[in-house]
């Protein structure tokens, strides 16, 4: 998927994974094997987070119009 979307001018992406990272290893090795196939793309990459209680998902904080914080990586 990342050389389609490079095909197609991406060159900057923002990796947003459920903010349970911090306790389920799954979810936090699933981020960082993007990040790091988004470095040995040459994507310049930024991890979003948010304030978790506002809900888990990525999908959660979209529906509440809240924003995410987003930091390179």
Do not use: P, Q
């Not at 900057?12 to 993007?34: F, P, Q």
């Not at 990459?45 to 390179?72: C, H, P, Q, S």
């Amino acid at each position: 998927m990342l050389e389609y979307l490079k095909s197609k001018g991406l060159k900057t992406i923002i990796v947003v994974y459920d903010a349970d990272k911090g306790t389920n290893d799954a979810v936090l090795n699933a981020e960082s094997g993007l990040l790091e196939r988004c470095h040995e793309e040459c994507l310049e990459t930024y991890v979003g987070e948010w304030d978790a209680r506002y809900g888990k998902g990525a999908d959660d904080i979209l529906i509440l119009g809240k924003r995410f914080e987003y930091y390179e990586r």
